[in-house]
Structure formats: C-alpha cells, structure tokens
C-alpha cells in the first residue's frame, strides 16, 4: 500500500507540470488537447508493439474504453480553456473540486450510501477554494470552466477505477487516446470556426512542449494513475490530487511572476486544501493496516 501512496504522489509531481505546459504551449485549448492524444496514442502505440502487450479482443470492450477516454479528453480541453482563460493558479486549483464532485457523484452512480467522511474532507477543500478565489475574481469565466473540468475528471476517475481492474492500464489508456484523437478531431474544424486560433501547426518550441507533455504528463501519468486506482480507492486519489496545485504555483510563481497577483487569503486556502489530503492519507493507512 505504502508503494501506491509514492507512486500517487509522484503522478501528482508530473501533473503539475500539465498546467505549465498548458501555460507555454501557444495553441488554443483544442488544439493543445488533439495534439496531446495524438502524441500520446503514438507513444503508447509504440510501447505495445515494443513490450508485445496483449490487447484486447472484444470490441464491445474496446469501444466501452474508448467511451470513457472522452471524458478525459473533454476534461483537458476544459481545463486548458480554464488557464488560458485566467492563469495557472487558477486552472490547478479549480481541478481540487474533483474529490468534491467524487464524493457527490460515486454514491449515486455506485448506488451507495454517501460516506460522512468524504464529505467532511470536500468540505474542507470547499473552504479552502472560497478563500482563494476570494482574492480575485476578474477570473470568472476560467473559473467556471475549470468547476465543469473538475465534475467531468471526477466521472472519469469513478469509471476508470472499474477498468483498471479488468485490462491493462497501458491498453486502457491506448484506446482512451485513440478515442480523444478521433472525436476530437472530428469537432476540430467547427470548433476551430468558433474559436480561433493564431496557428493550426505547432512550431518547433511548441512540438518539443506537446513531446514532453505527451510522454510523461500524459502516457506516464496516466498508467501511473491506472496502477494507482488497483489499490487506492478514487476519492482518495482524487482528494490527493488536491496537492497538485501546490506542485502547479509554485512553478508558476517561479516562471510566470503569478504570486504578484495573490495575497494572504490565497495561501490560508491552499493550507485547508493540503489538511484535507493529509487527513484523508491517515484515514486510509489507518484503515489498511487494519
């Protein structure tokens, strides 16, 4: 168990990076997230054949995986259209009301009995974001993208967390980006009338950023958070990623200068936030050990 919680933590590490990346990648949030699945199902497509994965035979199966890698990708053009709609800060902390909407959500979907303690912790987190997003709210729109990219990342966790137990996770998240790519970019040329964007091809800056979000932000990431979800349940997962945002602001107050546009209300959320996450780390060692 103590093994997971590392490797929860460290997916937490790369996806902190995932907001800095959104930050200097210069292609709207559409563009962004098609060009993320793409690079990414080409790697894991190259990580198969290589390791010689078995795949899965039913397509009933396949199409069930691919279904719900939609919601992931909906989630990352949600949440890229949340930064660049307002900053990093902003974006990162907003994906904390994911283990909010998880402990709403996975009661009524798994017809079970809402769990206090999960509440408790949301509430915590709850406290946390009104205190941040008390110091400013020139934001409103990004912010309210970044709400919807938390109850979308929300459901796909819940939905994951019964795949992981059937099929690989590299397969899984193979068919998840296939899914992203396609769908994605089918919309892409509508999309594109309604939002556009200065450049459709990345350059060569922008093609080393989307490699590296790819690759470890992504294919990394994701199988780690497969893995992860075998033994961990999706609340805590989910409330642990809350921890994300400390990862992402700091990051971006190095590069970007985004502490110039915080103050002391910022920081006293952000510690309610890391409270709700350690607390909840004690509840499930506690619980695991017995």
């Known amino acids: 168990m103590k093994k997971s919680y590392i490797l929860l933590h460290l997916a937490v590490i790369l996806a902190g990076f995932t907001g800095v990346f959104g930050k200097l990648i210069s292609l709207n949030e559409g563009l962004l997230t098609w060009y993320r699945v793409l690079f990414s199902s ?13 795949n899965i035979t039913s397509g009933k199966n396949k199409i069930k995986i691919a279904q719900i890698g939609l919601l992931i990708t909906l989630h990352w053009v949600l949440f890229y259209a949340s930064i660049k709609y307002s900053n990093i800060s902003i974006g990162v902390v907003c994906y904390c009301l994911t283990s909010f909407f998880t402990a709403l959500f996975k009661p009524v979907i798994d017809k079970e ?13 709850l406290i946390g974001i009104g205190l941040i997003f008390h110091f400013d709210t020139s934001y409103q729109s990004g912010i309210i993208l970044g709400v919807i990219s938390s109850a979308v990342a929300a459901l796909y966790t819940i939905y994951n ?42 350059g060569l800056k922008d093609i080393a950023y989307l490699g590296l979000l790819s690759l470890f932000c992504t294919v990394g990431l994701y199988i780690i958070f497969a893995e992860v979800l075998k033994k961990i349940p999706a609340f805590t997962v989910n409330l ?51």
């Open 42 to 54: 080409l790697i894991l497509f190259i990580i198969l054949k290589l390791f010689k994965i078995p």
């Open 113 to 125: 009995k809402f769990k206090i303690s999960e509440l408790g912790l949301s509430t915590l987190t």
């Open 161 to 202: 967390e019964r795949l992981v137990q059937h099929f690989d996770s590299i397969v899984i998240n193979y068919y998840q980006m296939i899914s992203g790519t396609l769908c994605l970019g089918a919309i892409l040329p509508i999309y594109l009338l309604y939002f556009k964007a200065d450049s459709i091809v990345p």
């Open 240 to 290: 642990t990623f809350n921890l994300e945002p400390v990862y992402a602001i700091i990051m971006a107050f190095l590069f970007f200068g985004e502490s110039k546009e915080v103050n002391l209300s910022f920081y006293i959320g952000l510690l309610f936030i890391v409270a709700s996450v350690v607390l909840q780390t004690i509840i499930s060692l506690k619980k695991s050990k017995k």
